[in-house]
Nanobody
Framework: QVQLVESGGGRVQPGGSLRLSCTASGNMFGLRSMGWYRQRPGKERVVVATITTRDVTDYAPAVKGRFTISRDNAKNTVYLQMNNLRPGDTAVYYC?????????????WGQGAQVTVAS
């Protein structure tokens, strides 16, 4: 079992910045990647950014150049630095971890962190 705990959400004005953190605990054996997803009201959950265990990163076109995903292996923590935030970034942000063991693929989610961008 893997537990993911997010923090750092909140309300910010357009153009502002926030940093989300996701700390993982539990059996991370076979981890392949971690990432951030977001879900706007009435919309599907979509990927924002991912980082593999080899530090290969990928971003959704809507956030490329504004958001940065990084990780601190010593702290088992993944970060999402969000700059130049826009009202369209308002959503619940979820941390995700996925991997593979002999028993098969696994995937876990955090509880979600609300990010609101408004004047």
């Amino acid at each position: 079992q893997v537990q993911l705990v997010e923090s750092g959400g909140g309300r910010v004005q357009p153009g502002g910045s926030l940093r989300l953190s996701c700390t993982a605990s539990g059996n991370m054996f076979g981890l392949r990647s971690m990432g951030w997803y977001r879900q706007r009201p009435g919309k599907e959950r979509v990927v924002v950014a991912t980082i593999t265990t080899r530090d290969v990163t990928d971003y959704a076109p809507a956030v490329k150049g504004r958001f940065t995903i990084s990780r601190d292996n010593a702290k088992n923590t993944v970060y999402l630095q969000m700059n130049n935030l826009r009202p369209g970034d308002t959503a619940v942000y979820y941390c995700n971890a996925e991997g593979f063991r002999l028993s098969g693929a696994w995937e876990y989610w955090g509880q979600g962190a609300q990010v609101t961008v408004a004047s």
